[in-house]
Each structure stands twice: as C-alpha cells, then as structure tokens.
T-cell receptor, first 115, second 114 residues
Framework: DTGVSQDPRHKITKRGQNVTFRCDPI?????LYWYRQTLGQGPEFLTY????????KSRLLSDRFSAERPKGSFSTLEIQRTEQGDSAMYLC?????????????FGQGTRLTVV | AQTVTQSQPEMSVQEAETVTLSCTYD???????LFWYKQPPSRQMILVIR??????QNATENRFSVNFQKAAKSFSLKISDSQLGDAAMYFC???????????FGKGITLSVRP
C-alpha cells in the first residue's frame, strides 16, 4: 500500500466551472477526512466519512460543495460554480478505528487555482 | 470552541542544535489528544508525535519530545540534534470526541542552517 493518494495534484479552472477531486485512502481505513488549506494557514476541516456514511460537515462546506464515498472506498469532492475564494490546497486524510487519537494519514493534496 | 495557537510564524536553528516550537490550545474537554504534524515542501503531512491528555508523562519519539503542561494548556515540541531534513512547516493539532477531526494551528516554518 502506498498510502493516501489524491488526484489530480494540480487543477487550474476558470471561475464558474465545476471541478471534482478524488481521494483513495489506505485500503483498510474506515475513516476519511477532507480538509482545506489556504496559504499561510493550517488545514481546516471540511467533512468526514465513516465507511460510506458522511457523518459531519463543516459550515465551511457551502451548498456548492458535495462529497461522496460510495461503498466506503475512494471519495470524491466536487465544487460547483467555482469562485476565486475556492483557491486552496484540498487535503484528504484517512484513519483506522473509532474515537479520538487515531493517527491520520494525509495525501499530498490537490492544489486548486481558480482564475 | 476549540482553538490552537502557534504564535511564532518562523524559526531558524543551526544544524545539530536544539529548537523548541510553541503551541497553546483552548478547550473545555477533559479527554483529548494533541499532535505535532510535519509538512515538508510539496510533500504530504506526516505525524511527528502524539500526546494523550490524561497521560502526565511527556511523549518522546527519538529526537522529538514534547513538554505538555495541561494546566497551562501548552504543548511545545523540542527537536534535538536538528538535521537538514527537519526543515518544514510544523503544525500543532488537537482532537477530541467521536469524529476525530483535527483542529490545527496556523503552523510554523522551521529552517535549518547548515
């Protein structure tokens, strides 16, 4: 297993277009998280899945954002009608188990630039 | 609301020397976990060290150790015998509760001088 992988690594899109990112977690990990990181800031939580169930969404996740994790495997994050403020690094992380304290394994992220 | 504060945006250390990175947090929870993550340039974030709040003993991982002061809500990272490969952004983070989501500080950029 090569860890958490994200695709694409970079995405440049025009304002108003839709984009979709993919995350493949470590295979046996039941939890999957999406974070957003802007320049000079720490990652901010967006949403998380336990298996295929989306259990929490941050208020940062506007109606233009949607995430799925069909069959509890890979996950997709879609942004509709992108805005310049969506430009950021989108990080995916996965972990095994329940409860706090579990080690999260991060992917390299997808850097989105909206022009 | 839980918050994590890293007040130093940048630090520099001479190779082979020791450096301490500061972090404070605010929470009303009694059971929680604290983490230091390292994010090298253009590479993924990796866990450096983890501390359980109910454990009084400070965590250590080889050259990395923490000074956990629960009453002061302080969680600093000490890097001994600094190496060039330690240069990265370091994030202090916190989690609690069933969802295990992480709350991060703004991070600190550590440079290592040869």
């Amino acid at each position: 297993d090569t860890g958490v992988s994200q695709d694409p690594r970079h995405k440049i899109t025009k304002r108003g277009q839709n984009v979709t990112f993919r995350c493949d977690p470590i295979s046996e990990h039941n939890r999957l998280y999406w974070y957003r990181q802007t320049l000079g800031q720490g990652p901010e939580f967006l949403t998380y899945f336990q298996n295929e169930a989306q259990l929490e969404k941050s208020r940062l996740l506007s109606d233009r954002f949607s995430a799925e994790r069909p069959k509890g495997s890979f996950s997709t994050l879609e942004i509709q009608r992108t805005e310049q403020g969506d430009s950021a690094m989108y990080l995916c992380a996965s972990s095994l188990g329940t409860g706090p304290g579990q080690q999260a394994f991060f992917g390299q992220g997808t850097r989105l630039t909206v022009v | 609301a839980q918050t994590v504060t890293q007040s130093q945006p940048e630090m520099s250390v001479q190779e082979a020397e020791t450096v301490t990175l500061s972090c404070t947090y605010d929470t009303s929870e009694s059971d929680y976990y604290l983490f230091w993550y390292k994010q090298p340039p253009s590479r993924q974030m990796i866990l450096v060290i983890r501390q359980e709040a109910y454990k009084q003993q400070n965590a250590t991982e080889n050259r990395f150790s923490v000074n956990f002061q629960k009453a002061a809500k302080s969680f600093s990272l000490k890097i001994s015998d600094s190496q060039l490969g330690d240069a990265a952004m370091y994030f202090c983070a916190y989690n609690t509760g069933a969802n295990s989501k992480l709350t991060f500080g703004k991070g600190i950029t550590l440079s290592v001088r040869p």
